[in-house]
């Protein structure tokens, strides 16, 4: 099998890499309020938006979703 063969049928993934449905346990879950005051703080010390998803087992997705919401800034560094 040719070296990218392998990720084509497996979806593009890595063996070890657990599937998307175990990454985020959270997938449509409405944001609490101490949630919502987390973001606040985190957004207002400048933490990027992949270390507040982290930190928050949430997507990067949604994070910005409700910072959006919110009219929060969220720090662009990588």
């Known amino acids: 099998m040719p070296f990218g063969a ?20 959270r997938h449509r879950q409405a944001w609490t309020t101490d949630e ?16 507040i998803s982290k930190a928050m087992t949430r997507s990067e997705e949604s994070v910005q979703a409700r910072a959006k919401v919110d009219k929060l800034k969220i720090s662009k560094m990588r």
Not at 14 to 23: F, H, R, V, W
Not at 36 to 51: E, P, Y
């Open 6 to 25: 392998a990720s084509v049928l497996m979806g593009g993934r890595s063996k070890d890499t657990p599937p998307m449905t175990e990454k985020f346990e």
């Open 36 to 51: 919502i005051q987390k973001l606040h703080l985190l957004a207002t010390k400048g933490m990027s938006l992949k270390a």
